[in-house]
T-cell receptor, first 115, second 115 residues
Framework: GDSVTQMEGPVTLSEEAFLTINCTYT??????LFWYVQYPGEGLQLLLK?????DKGSNKGFEATYRKETTSFHLEKGSVQVSDSAVYFC??????????????FGQGTILTVHP | SAVISQKPSRDICQRGTSLTIQCQVD?????MFWYRQQPGQSLTLIAT?????????ESGFVIDKFPISRPNLTFSTLTVSNMSPEDSSIYLC????????????FGEGSWLTVV
């Protein structure tokens, strides 16, 4: 079945540091890929997504590129802020059929940014 | 877009009781899903709420424990039955739209604590 693997956490950075959170996946066909963010005490928010190979999703300074050849969707940000402290989830939605609309999540990565 | 309202947003429940969570969407959607997020964990799909028929449960989840109703295209309920402390979780409603089902929205979640 489909699966998503995120880098081990937690991740602790200083403000303005460069962020990478690795995400790799296993799926048949061409899934859609997502990054979600969950701020402390809040619900889940879509950060960005990509629906086909080589697509780049971007939002709020975060970027991720759908790499079919390496089955990866790594999240990056050039300069993190304290307000980026949250849990980040990589997820995929399978390519149609019974997978329509369903998400498979990675284990989540806790990011803490210090001033 | 779709706006999802969940009720209750938070609750503290007694062991052995049951609680019903409501999910209301501001537009008609075909696909609705229920997820569980246990403390410090990722999200796991409980079931697909099918309009006019029985829900489709994922492995490890059963109808007796998590009965689901879907009377129309904008509303669904999830009941957590005979609760134990292990059921303390965030329960999230999700809908998917668009031709490929990869436009996915989440409610704010229902944060349940069982004592």
């Amino acid at each position: 079945g489909d699966s998503v693997t995120q880098m081990e956490g937690p991740v602790t950075l200083s403000e303005e540091a460069f962020l990478t959170i690795n995400c790799t996946y296993t799926a048949t066909g061409y899934p859609s890929l997502f990054w979600y963010v969950q701020y402390p005490g809040e619900g889940l928010q879509l950060l960005l997504k990509a629906t086909k190979a080589d697509d780049k999703g971007s939002n709020k300074g975060f970027e991720a590129t759908y790499r079919k050849e390496t089955t990866s969707f790594h999240l990056e940000k050039g300069s993190v802020q304290v307000s980026d402290s949250a849990v980040y989830f990589c997820a995929l939605s399978g390519a149609g059929g019974t997978s329509y609309g369903k998400l498979t999540f990675g284990q989540g990565t806790i990011l803490t940014v210090h001033p | 877009s779709a706006v999802i309202s969940q009720k209750p947003s938070r609750d503290i429940c007694q062991r052995g009781t049951s609680l019903t969570i409501q999910c209301q969407v501001d537009s008609q959607v075909t696909m609705m899903f229920w997820y569980r997020q246990q403390p410090g964990q990722s999200l796991t799909l409980i079931a697909t709420a099918n309009q006019g028929s029985e829900a489709t449960y994922e492995s490890g989840f059963v109808i007796d424990k998590f009965p689901i109703s879907r009377p129309n295209l904008t509303f669904s309920t999830l009941t957590v039955s005979n609760m134990s402390p292990e059921d303390s979780s965030i329960y999230l409603c999700s809908v998917s739209t668009g031709p490929s089902g990869n436009t996915i929205y989440f409610g704010e979640g229902s944060w349940l604590t069982v004592v």
